[in-house]
């Protein structure tokens, strides 16, 4: 990690507002709709490239690809195998907490399946081995030769790919393994862990 000696340097969460096309694209693509994937890959070096630009323009120190190479940070279901998606009872007290809900229990009443309280939901079940899927590994190619590609464009002080943590998805995911758990955060399979790891520069 690049250490900051002389000055504080600038970064942030790494994931950023998607372009229109791009929003568009993984849109369709949930709605099982066709979709011209080669004119997606085209505009998506584009827009990684001007996001990069962006950053560095404003005095990001420490920039990302805007992550716009995944539809959000629940993502990984996409590229990994072992989950399925299965209708579940939504989790309580729930992602924001039981204070909030029970203030607001209106509006999470009346907010959509996602929150309606006491309503069932669709969940990411896990069910077998957490493993890369070639389309998975193709994906992950694709952005970080976008990435390098952008980077190739500016000087700046150091570079990330935000990834999504496992504690982070744990809390909409559960698991049907009995394996024994050695993490205390997720759900998830112990293997898990192995699928996501964060690095400091793009290898």
């Known amino acids: ?29 949930a709605a099982h709709e066709a979709v011209d994937t080669p004119a997606f ?3 998506l070096r584009i827009a990684v490239t001007d996001v990069v630009k962006k950053q560095a323009a404003a005095g990001v ?3 990302s690809d805007g992550e716009f190479g995944k539809p959000s940070w629940l993502y990984l279901p996409q590229r990994v195998s072992g989950f399925e998606t299965r209708l579940s009872e939504r989790r309580s007290p729930g992602f924001l907490g039981a204070e909030r809900e029970e203030r607001f229990a209106e509006y999470y009443d009346e907010s959509g399946p996602l929150d309606r309280r006491g309503q069932p939901f669709p969940r990411a079940v896990c069910v077998g081995p957490v493993l890369h899927t070639a389309e998975g590994r193709a994906q992950m190619r694709r952005d970080i ?16 790919l935000p990834v999504v943590a496992p ?3 744990g809390w909409i995911t559960k698991t049907s393994i009995t394996e024994p758990k050695k993490s205390s955060c997720s759900p998830w399979p112990t293997r898990c862990t ?3 790891r964060r690095s400091s520069t793009p290898a």
Do not use: W
């Not at 000696?5 to 694209?25: A, C, E, N, Q, W």
């Not at 030769?145 to 990330?160: D, H, I, R, W």
């Open 61 to 63: 120190d420490v920039v």
């Open 194 to 196: 192995k699928t996501t």
């Open 1 to 29: 990690m690049k250490r900051s000696t002389d000055r504080f340097l600038t970064t942030h969460v790494g994931s950023m507002v998607r372009p229109r096309k791009i929003t568009h694209y993984f849109q369709a693509l």
């Open 145 to 160: 030769a976008n990435f390098k590609a952008a980077l190739e464009t500016v000087t700046v002080e150091e570079a990330f």
């Open 41 to 43: 890959e085209a505009e």
């Open 167 to 169: 504690c982070s998805k």
